[in-house]
Each structure stands twice: as C-alpha cells, then as structure tokens.
T-cell receptor, first 110, second 112 residues
Framework: GEDVEQSLFLSVREGDSSVINCTYTDSSSTYLYWYKQEPGAGLQLLTYIFSNMDMKQDQRLTVLLNKKDKHLSLRIADTQTGDSAIYFC??????????FGKGTSLLVTP | NAGVTQTPKFQVLKTGQSMTLQCAQD?????MSWYRQDPGMGLRLIHY???????DQGEVPNGYNVSRSTTEDFPLRLLSAAPSQTSVYFC???????????FGPGTRLTVT
C-alpha cells in the first residue's frame, strides 16, 4: 500500500515534551491510531482519534489531527525514560486492517 | 477471555520447509489480519479476512496462504519457507462495532 510517513528517530531529555509526527494516506480513514512497542514486546494501543475530531487529550498524551493535510501528531508531555520505545501511527484500510508507518524510535535521556 | 493467541512463540525452519502459524481469538470478531514486522519496516499486512470463508491479500502476500473456516481461527501457512520470511508475525482481530484492533503476542520465525 501507500506509505504512512513518520520520522525515524527522536531524542528528548527527561521532563521535556515529545512530538511525533505522521502523514497518512487515506482521507477516508475513520480512525487513526498510535501504538507503542517496547524492545522485544508486542504492540500496545496508546491512543486513537476518530476522524471527526481535531484533538484528543488523554492524561500526558495529546493527539492532533489535520485532515486537510492528512497529518497526525502525538505529543507526550513530561516525557519519562519509560516512554523510550518505538511509536507507530496507523490508519484503517480495507477490511478494517491497518496500514502502519515504519515507526519512530523515541529515546529519552536523563 | 484469552483475547488473541498465537502459537508457536518461536520457530526455526530450514529453507523449503512448510509450517502453519496459528492464530485464534475468542471474542467472536469478524475481522482478522496477519502482519509481519521487519526492522525498520514497520508492520506490513500479509492477508486479512472480513469473516468466515472470506480472505483477501494485503501488501505482501507472496509465499503465504490463509484460510478462515471458522470465526475463531485464522492460520497462516508458509508453503516453502525462504530466508526472506524471517520475521516477527503478528495476528490481530477486531469486531464490527469496535475501534480497537487486538493484537496477539507474536511469533518470531527464523528461516535458515
């Protein structure tokens, strides 16, 4: 399928905010997702946003959606070392399967 | 509920061997899918199913077969394993009225 684009790496200091960006492909996707994967582990659903929303806040996480530009972002406030992981954005495609980006590796340094 | 289960967790195959990766869910979900994850490539869709008896190809279907004889099970078959199929395989399911995809724990496959 077409590529969902994400930057590959992000490094932040503990306590700072992290912003991970994503450009998706299908303007008709009803839901857009952020998944977290720690080394050697499976996928953990972090948050999601419905396509008729512009913003969603969930504790330290804020998701912004710009449908015109097909741009999705995930902001993590007060980033902690435990947030170090790979973050994937994903869009729904045919058959309710997901089209994933290649993932952004977030490194949080003390 | 056990959720989505996958077996085996690890497998080593020789080139040319065949095997089946098992995936089962106990949530009565209509939609199931298989993905492979390779370093730096994210997860890519192999095959998916929208219900028992209905399957279709995803982005990278070559070398893999699937069937969906029951709602619960969605096995992935490697007909003749190749080193390029060394990967981590994830199965997922989703119900019609739900937003969340439920992922299994993955199968790590090495083909030598």
């Amino acid at each position: 399928g077409e590529d969902v684009e994400q930057s590959l790496f992000l490094s932040v200091r503990e306590g700072d905010s992290s912003v991970i960006n994503c450009t998706y492909t299908d303007s008709s996707s009803t839901y857009l997702y952020w998944y977290k994967q720690e080394p050697g582990a499976g996928l953990q659903l972090l948050t999601y946003i419905f396509s008729n929303m512009d913003m969603k806040q969930d504790q330290r996480l804020t998701v912004l959606l710009n449908k015109k530009d097909k741009h999705l972002s995930l902001r993590i406030a007060d980033t902690q070392t435990g947030d170090s992981a790979i973050y994937f954005c994903a869009e729904i495609i045919t058959g309710y399967a997901l089209n994933f980006g290649k993932g952004t590796s977030l490194l949080v340094t003390p | 509920n056990a959720g989505v289960t996958q077996t085996p967790k690890f497998q080593v195959l020789k080139t040319g061997q065949s095997m089946t990766l098992q995936c089962a869910q106990d949530m009565n979900h209509e939609y199931m899918s298989w993905y492979r994850q390779d370093p730096g490539m994210g997860l890519r869709l192999i095959h998916y199913s929208v219900g028992a008896g209905i399957t279709d190809q995803g982005e990278v279907p070559n070398g893999y077969n699937v069937s969906r004889s029951t709602t619960e099970d969605f096995p992935l078959r490697l007909l003749s394993a190749a080193p390029s199929q060394t990967s981590v395989y994830f199965c997922a399911s989703r119900g019609t009225a739900e937003f969340e995809q439920y992922f299994g724990p993955g199968t790590r496959l090495t083909v030598t």
